[in-house]
């Protein structure tokens, strides 16, 4: 392991033994909430801020592809001027009673992948 390899991991280590001790002490909803807000002021600080004006999304379908019951809409959009982003959009064919399932798309979810909300 190189030198610095070993100080990263160091600092992981005591980054991580913090974690668990600031978990530890939390007693409460108060508590709970306050570092939730404190975790989220961290993240913000780290990617440097939300931002501060809305602008268009200019969104536009690049191709759709026809599953069974599906279709699967190929999306660009912008989500800063000049910082594009694409995405897959999976919009089922038949509504049921009025209600539109969405379909998750992650790979931390319990059934890896694929997952359908009501």
């Known amino acids: 392991m190189t030198p610095y390899l070993r100080y990263q991991t160091e600092q992981a280590w ?24 404190e975790l989220r002021q961290k993240l913000l600080q780290m990617i440097g801020g939300l931002p501060t004006v809305k602008t268009d999304l200019h969104p536009v379908i690049t191709g759709k592809i026809q599953m069974d019951g599906f279709v699967i809409e190929k999306l660009v959009f912008q989500s800063l001027p000049g910082v ?20 998750c798309l992650q790979g931390m979810r319990p059934m890896g992948k694929f997952t359908i909300r009501r």
């Open 84 to 103: 594009y982003v694409t995405a897959l959009v999976y919009v089922p064919m038949i509504i049921r009673a009025g209600i539109l399932e969405s379909w």
């Open 14 to 37: 005591k980054q991580d033994e913090a974690r668990k001790k600031a978990w530890e002490a939390i007693g409460d909803e108060a508590g709970l909430l306050k570092m939730q807000d």
